[in-house]
């Protein structure tokens, strides 16, 4: 069964509107609000932002339509709205703006920001875009600290190792290599891939790490070392994503001499051919399978192991759930539209003990999505929050990051796409 969610969209600066309204700005405040269900007619609205006062003279905003017996539109704070289309089946729905934009003036080529990532402790972004070049950037200031310069190719992934000081990275030159992020030296190149490389994990401490790439292949390293420890051979088709995650419990076992925290991980491969694999890196065993060989791409997996949920994203706009001990057809399918899926990605919220689903699409949404349990199967979905920030250009990576907000009620996420600017939620 899939399920088909109206939404709204909404003009990505709305709140330039509201602060204007606020701050007495003389002009007219307006922004446009767009609700739309598959299959169904599209309402088209416009949103009047005026400024009001309450009997202890506090200063709010007030929004006013045409069509408001369509769009229902409240305002909550500078931040967040709800909105609302009883008509298109989108239940009254928070939307949220940035907390924080960081700009990153180095990235100008036509992709944006193709990959990035946020250092563990906070205070630095390593970001690329399709120009073969990184750049080490200040978070807080948008300040740039230091290039990393050597790929013969556009960069496709990027990440920070657990230290937060070195850099691992990945692109179309089929090479992965390691920098420091403090002066932008490149010790280690890692040589194997036959094709591009499109994603990259770093296992443990980062004595090891993990890449897939356009070659079909998932393969495992020794930093220290460069060489290849083994390689999966999942398909003729190029490996889209990777998510490694941890088992519970004492995994400690006689290791081979170049394989460092690699017992009890298990590999989620997003393949291109229409699968999800499970591999056991320990082991070098595949674990399941989801989905079938000449299926719908899937572009994007997230893997709640506490709760074996496996979370796909496929190119044809379609988030499955699937329970990792059925493999025969997922439990639940959600979709707004046609638009692939780029990013699925787990977001806690507080001790709920399932996380909310963040998702991202090459037209510009991003929500976090909330999947209903009973009696241990998923049987619904709904839209907790709405991430605006980008327009109708594809967000091409997020991350999520502890919260450092006092009175935050879930993980932050980051969120970047074609335009310089990486968006902090």
Known sequence: MTITLG??????????????ALNGVEATHKFWVSAYKHGQTSIHDTITVTQSSDESSNTFVS????????????????????????????????YSAPRTTMHCSQITRGTGVQS????????????????????????????????????????????????????????????????????GSNPVTLVGHRAAVTDTEIVGVGKNVLSCGKDGTVRLWHCGSSTLIHTFELSKLPVNRIELVSRPGNHETNLPENEFETAGKVVAAACEDGRVVLLDLGTKQTIAEFGAVHGTPVRAVAYDIGQQLVYAGLSDGTVQVWSDSDPSKPMLAFRRNNSPITNVALVRKGSEPLPLVCVATEDGQLYLAAVALSAGKVVGVDVAEEL????????????????????????????AGRVRDIFEF
Request: hydrophobic share 35%; charged share 25%; with cysteine.
């Open 116 to 183: 990035f990532d946020i250092s563990p402790y906070g205070g630095l972004a390593v970001v690329c875009g399709d120009d073969g070049k990184m750049s080490v950037y200040e978070t807080e200031s948008g300040a740039k600290r230091v290039e990393l310069d050597g790929h013969l190719g556009d960069v496709t992934c990027c990440q920070f190792f657990p230290s937060g000081q070195v850099v691992l990275s990945g692109a179309t030159d089929m090479r992965l290599r390691i920098w420091s992020a403090s002066d």
């Open 63 to 94: 929004l006013n339509n045409e069509k408001q017996d369509e769009i229902t539109a409240e305002y909550l704070s500078p931040r967040h709205l709800r909105l609302s289309s009883s008509k298109l089946g989108a239940p009254p729905t928070t």
């Open 388 to 415: 605006v920030g980008f327009d109708v250009d594809p967000v091409n990576r997020i991350r999520v990051t502890m919260s450092s907000q006092k009175d935050a009620t879930r993980q932050t996420v980051w969120a």
């Open 7 to 20: 939404y709204i969209a909404v003009q990505p600066d709305w709140q330039v509107d509201v602060k204007n």
